[in-house]
């Protein structure tokens, strides 16, 4: 992956499709479905509910973080754990979605798990 988690790898077919409702796994199990997301190009991101997993919150996640995305069953899988995306830094839509702070704190969470054995796809 490249340093820059806030944009798609390339290969990642992310325009072919509106991706609100679309089901998210991570490398351990379904975390959620999509509930909001940028494609720009510098500041791509999913805004997942997690529903009865983390009880109701939605979680932030880098579009860099995307491996794939399978339009047919309408999945988008991303290379980390539940856990480590659970450990996140808290997000809360209304205070945090443009923050530039947590925008940092976010992306350096997500960049230090290359450092677990997480690889890239």
Do not use: C
């Amino acid at each position: 992956m490249t340093e820059n988690v806030w944009a798609y790898r390339a290969g990642v077919d992310h325009l072919a499709a509106d991706l609100t409702g679309y089901g998210v796994e991570a490398l351990d199990g379904r975390i959620g479905k999509v509930d909001k997301h940028s494609d720009e190009v510098t500041d791509a991101y999913l805004v997942v509910d997690t529903g009865v997993w983390i009880l109701g919150k939605e979680v932030l996640l880098p579009a860099g973080l995307v491996t794939r995305i399978d339009h047919v069953a309408e999945k988008v899988y991303v290379d980390r754990t539940k856990e480590q995306i659970k450990a996140a830094p808290e997000f809360r839509r209304d205070e945090y979605l443009g923050n530039p702070d947590h925008r940092q704190a976010l992306g350096a969470h997500y960049l230090s798990k290359m450092s677990f054995g997480v690889p890239p796809a």
